[in-house]
């Protein structure tokens, strides 16, 4: 007989370890979605239990009570609950616990006892608790608690045998009707007094070693010193940068070649014309431009997990709360801001951490400034055709100065605009409360890392297949027709639609020095930046010949001036040039006005840098 | 040495400076002006830890301002400014 999917659920504070258990458990057979009406992330997972039974997980959004101060712990309690649409009640609720800090998960655990869901206790990281002397009478506990208890080691190979066999167990003797609902939000009378319960519990269940991580006591004495913490986390950036710049390369320009040969194959193979010049300039230029991103993406990415898995990014938040406080900022909206740094859409859906709806705005209004991954090629495209690569002051490299000052002017400016809404729109508020745990630093757990790094390029091969191919295949086709009439001597592209719009685009665009091949590229650059350059491939490509198209930089040194493309590169440290981000901040604002404010800062921020640019620029004698 | 907290007068976790060790006496939210509600703010120290009777240690002080500090509350490390830290009356 097939017995139905076991629906599970887990639920644990911050810092658990949830999401390593999460990993262990199902591996890569994970479906990451949002929950309906609302950007929450969903991570479902699927695995089968020792005995043949299929079960489906489900990783809710880590917290410390039931309370629901934001999306993401209404998430979590609405599912417990059973009242979130389109969920099914979970069958068995995991409370995971990081077996060396119970206090504040035991409390959690007494709150989820009152919505009757049967339920078990994961004590996690147990080997780390046993390494530093913490006992635990697992069988009291159980009895205190009236919750079956069990130990895991989610790191180690068969870490969660026990906790696989208990779930065959439960869920065998599942039948019998599940308990009561009695939750409701606690007072703070009724908080304090199962907060008192859960330290009488442990004090009985469990002994503590007098010493605490010493390791973590030392690391912090470094990283969170006043003075030296700021220097490491300078440091660490900018190993980040340099690693997404320079140990991308090599694999980028190998997919570069593949791509390269790709075309070259299908240009040799089929015959001249419209299939020809439609998959090697439409569709394996356009998305082999935009896939050449995979190796910086995944870089960035593991940065920020390993970052995060090690426990540093709450110390990260704690140096930056009142450095960020100046500008307006809170200190959570660091780490948001620097997953915008790989693109803008996981950073705005991140700035959920944050909790104050003002403070979280003004994050989300901001992080487009930030330069995100798919500014490189733009900014690399330029700057290596119209920058000599010289030495200034004997050390510096001249394009590396040029790609610096670019991030700078980014982040300097994202300050600035912070500030003036703090001034102007939300002068009378209060500064929202920074509080956070500092957990125990842990050593990243690698099988937990490559599954969340895989992921992540997942979704963004999954953009690239998608969002960024269809408007590809749309530049393409508006470069190429209509075709040019029989014995036309101009290039083809002037008779096409894409040269029409451009052309008709071109008078707004003149005063920054931009011309219709510009004004042509910017339109499909809506849909994700990094297009432009495909597109300007394309445009000049079609134009040109396939030798244009291999050797676009140098195609810009003689069709642009230096004016034009420093105007351009200006043009993109503001431009809103990204509808998927626009789409995001409508959804994560609910609101088009926000959108639309966004959208009409950013132009108003591009067009006057562009315009200043240029004139200055023509001024010197780069016109 | 033992009845140190006993001749050390109250004081709010805001004011201590780091290296201060000592233990809560209650939780006072309207002396504190946070931004959050009174019941938000107790509610969320208690979450925290911040429950009477735990015992505290000023650990670390940001750059600006000695702001926001890291406090070891039993067993665990919180980080808090000390505009909220200023509901936690200790001794």
């Known amino acids: 007989m097939e017995l139905p999917l076991l629906h599970l659920a887990l639920v644990g504070t911050p810092n658990s370890g949830k999401t390593s258990l999460f990993n262990a458990l199902t591996g890569s ?24 039974r299929q079960v489906s997980v489900v990783d809710l959004p880590g917290t410390y009570s039931l309370r629901g101060r934001s999306p993401d712990e209404e998430i979590t309690r609405d599912f417990v609950l059973g009242k979130a649409t389109g969920e099914t009640v979970p069958d068995l609720v995991l409370c995971v616990a990081d077996s060396t800090n119970l206090r504040l998960t035991i409390r959690l655990l007494l709150e989820l006892k009152r919505t009757g869901r049967p339920m078990i206790l994961v004590l996690n990281m147990f080997d780390i608790a046993a390494r530093r002397g913490i006992t635990v009478d697992v069988e009291r506990l159980a009895k205190e608690l009236g919750v079956p208890v069990v130990t895991s080691i989610a790191v180690r190979k068969g870490g969660t045998a026990d906790l696989l066999s208990l779930t065959d167990e439960i869920s065998a003797k599942l039948a019998a009707e599940p308990g009561e609902n009695n939750w409701r939000a606690l007072s703070v009378a009724e908080l304090r007094a199962t907060q008192r319960e859960a330290d009488r519990i442990i004090a009985d269940c469990v002994s503590l070693p007098a010493r605490p991580d ?29 690693a997404v710049f320079a140990w991308a390369q090599p694999l980028m320009e190998l997919l570069n070649s593949g791509f390269d040969a790709l075309g070259e ?99 989300i209004l901001i992080a487009p400034l930030m330069t995100c991954s798919a500014r490189i090629p733009v900014y690399t495209l330029i700057i290596s055709a119209f920058i000599p690569a010289r030495e200034v002051w004997g050390f510096i490299n001249l394009q590396g100065l040029v790609m610096f000052g670019l991030y700078a002017v980014g982040i300097a400016s994202a300050l600035a605009v912070s500030f003036l809404i703090k001034f102007f729109m939300l002068r009378d508020y209060a500064p929202a409360p920074f509080m956070l745990e500092l957990p125990d630093y842990k050593m990243p757990r690698l099988k937990s890392i490559a599954i969340g790094v895989y992921t992540r390029a997942k979704m963004f091969l999954h953009r690239a297949g998608t969002t960024i ?24 592209i002037d008779f096409s639609l894409a040269a029409i719009i451009g052309k008709a685009l071109e008078p707004l665009l003149a005063p920054v020095g931009f011309n219709w091949q510009i004004a042509v ?19 000049y490509a079609i134009e040109g010949g396939k030798e244009a198209a291999e050797q676009i930089g140098q195609v810009l040194a003689t069709k642009w001036s230096l004016a034009t493309a420093l105007s351009m590169l200006a043009w993109y440290i503001f431009a809103p040039q990204c509808a998927s981000t626009l789409a995001v901040i409508r959804r994560e604002t609910g609101s088009w006005t926000w959108m639309a404010v966004t959208f009409g800062y950013m132009l108003v921020l591009a067009y006057a840098a562009s315009l200043l640019t240029y004139n200055v620029a023509v001024a010197f004698g780069a016109g | 040495m033992t009845d140190i907290h006993d001749t050390r007068s109250q004081m709010p976790l805001g004011l201590a400076q780091r290296g201060y060790t000592g233990v809560i006496q209650h939780l006072s939210a309207k002396d504190a002006g946070s931004a959050l509600s009174d019941v938000e703010l107790e509610s969320r120290l208690i979450e925290l830890g911040f429950v009477e009777g735990a015992r505290v240690e000023v650990l670390h002080e940001g750059l600006v301002g000695r702001d926001p500090i890291a406090v070891r509350v039993d067993s665990i490390t919180i980080a808090v400014r000390r505009r909220e830290a200023m509901a936690i009356i200790v001794a």
Not at chain 1, 232 to 240: H, S
Not at chain 1, 336 to 361: E, H, Q, W, Y
């Open chain 1, 29 to 52: 057979r994970q479906k990451v979605a949002n929950y309906p009406g609302v950007t929450v992330e969903r991570k479902e997972g699927f695995f089968v239990t020792p005995l043949g």
């Open chain 1, 214 to 242: 010493t390791w973590t006591a030392r690391i912090d004495a470094i990283v969170l010193h006043p003075v030296g913490g700021l220097i490491v986390l300078a440091a660490i950036l900018f190993v980040m940068f340099q």
């Open chain 1, 265 to 363: 194959f299908v240009h040799a193979t089929l015959p001249a014309g419209l299939l020809q010049s439609f998959l090697q300039n439409g569709v394996i230029s356009g998305v082999g431009s935009v896939i050449v991103f995979l190796p910086q993406i995944i870089i960035i990415f593991l940065f920020i997990l390993l970052l995060e898995d090690f426990g540093y990014m709450a110390r990260a938040a704690f140096l930056m709360d009142r450095i960020m406080g100046g500008a307006g900022l809170h200190g959570r909206a660091f780490i948001p801001l620097l997953s915008s740094f790989a693109c803008a859409i996981p950073g705005i859906m991140a700035t959920r951490v944050i909790d104050n709806k003002r403070d979280r705005l003004t994050t």
């Open chain 1, 469 to 492: 191919f269809s408007m590809m295949v749309l530049i393409w086709f508006l470069a190429s027709f209509p075709q040019p009439p029989a014995g036309a001597t101009e290039p083809a």
């Open chain 1, 521 to 539: 590229a910017l339109i499909p650059g809506m849909a994700a930046r990094e297009v432009a350059v495909a597109a300007l491939g394309t445009v």
